[in-house]
C-alpha cells in the first residue's frame, strides 16, 4: 500500500492521537501519499441524532489549517491530501460542498453511515432483513456517486442486510454495476477487517469481482497505528485474490 485516502483525526470524536502521529506512522510504512478524510462537518437544522459522529462546522477551518501546515513540512517526505468522508444527505449536500470548498478540500469519499438525511433515519451498520432498507441505501450511494464529487465510495457493504441473499446479490449487483458504470473505486475497509465487523463481506466482494469493479484499500484510522496495518492488509489482499478484483494502489483525485 503506498497511498491511503482513509484518515480520521480526534474531530469526529471517536478518533485518537495527532495528525503528526498519523503521519509518522504512514511515513513508517512506507505510504507516499496520505489523505485525511474526517467525517464531514454537516450542519443540520435540528441537531442530530447522533452525536460523536463527524466534526463540528467550527472545527473545519482549524481542520485545514492544521493539515496544509503540515503538507508543506512534510513535503519532501509524502504527500499530503485534505478530504472528508460524507454521507450523501440530499438535504444538506450542497450547503457543505460550499463550506469545504471554502476551506480548500480537495477531495470527498462517500460513507453512507446512515440512510435518509440522518435525523430519525436508521444507521446503516443495524443488523437488517428487510430488502427495503437495502435498495433505499443502494439507491442513496447510488445517487451520491452520480454527483461526480466523490472519489471513491467506503466500505461499500457497509448496510448490514443479513435477509434473503437473493436480493443481497440483486441489490448489491445494481450498486456494483453502477459504480463501475461512473469509474468509482469500491474500498475494502481494513478497519472492518481488524475490527471483525461485518463488512468486508465476502458476498459483496464476489459480485464486485464478478462486475469488474475497480477496488483500492483504505485504513479507515482512528489511531495513528492503524494508518499502517501490514498483517491486515495481507488479508485484505488474499481477498482481492480469492476474487480476482481489480486493484489499483492509487487513484486520481476527484476535485470538489
Ligand atoms: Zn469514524
Ligand atoms: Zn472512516
Given at each position: 500500500m503506498t497511498a491511503n485516502y482513509h484518515t480520521h483525526t480526534p474531530r469526529c470524536g471517536h478518533a485518537v492521537g495527532s495528525e503528526r502521529e498519523y503521519i509518522e506512522r504512514a511515513i513508517e510504512g512506507g505510504i507516499k501519499t496520505l489523505g485525511f478524510s474526517d467525517h464531514a462537518p454537516y450542519s443540520f437544522?435540528?441537531?442530530?441524532?447522533?452525536?460523536?459522529v463527524r466534526m463540528e462546522p467550527s472545527e473545519l477551518p482549524g481542520y485545514a489549517e492544521t493539515l496544509f501546515s503540515l503538507r508543506n513540512e512534510y513535503r519532501d517526505r509524502l504527500s499530503l491530501h485534505l478530504g472528508v468522508e460524507a454521507e450523501f444527505y440530499p438535504k444538506y449536500f450542497y450547503a457543505l460542498i460550499n463550506d469545504l470548498r471554502s476551506c480548500g478540500v480537495e477531495y470527498m469519499i462517500l460513507g453512507?453511515?446512515?440512510?435518509?438525511?440522518?435525523?430519525?433515519e436508521p444507521g446503516s451498520m443495524a443488523a437488517t432483513c428487510d430488502p427495503s432498507v437495502l435498495d433505499r441505501y443502494v439507491s442513496q450511494v447510488m445517487e451520491g456517486l452520480e454527483t461526480?464529487?466523490?472519489?471513491y465510495l467506503a466500505h461499500?457493504?457497509?448496510?448490514?442486510f443479513e435477509g434473503d441473499p437473493h436480493e443481497y446479490d440483486r441489490l448489491y449487483r445494481k450498486l456494483c454495476v453502477r459504480a463501475r458504470e461512473l469509474n468509482v473505486p469500491l474500498e475494502i475497509n481494513l478497519l472492518g477487517i481488524k475490527n471483525g465487523r461485518?463488512?468486508?463481506?465476502e458476498a459483496f466482494w464476489r459480485i464486485a469481482g464478478e462486475e469488474g469493479n475497480t477496488v483500492i484499500l483504505g485504513?479507515?484510522?482512528?489511531?495513528?497505528?492503524?494508518?499502517?496495518?501490514p498483517e491486515i492488509e495481507l488479508r485484505a489482499l488474499s481477498l482481492v485474490e480469492k476474487y480476482s478484483l481489480h486493484l489499483i494502489d492509487d487513484i486520481k483525485l476527484r476535485q470538489i
Open positions: 437544522d435540528k441537531p442530530g441524532k447522533y452525536p460523536n453512507q453511515h446512515f440512510l435518509g438525511n440522518e435525523i430519525g461526480g464529487l466523490f472519489t461499500p457493504d457497509v448496510l448490514r461485518h463488512y468486508p463481506n485504513s479507515d484510522a482512528h489511531r495513528p497505528e492503524d494508518t499502517w496495518m
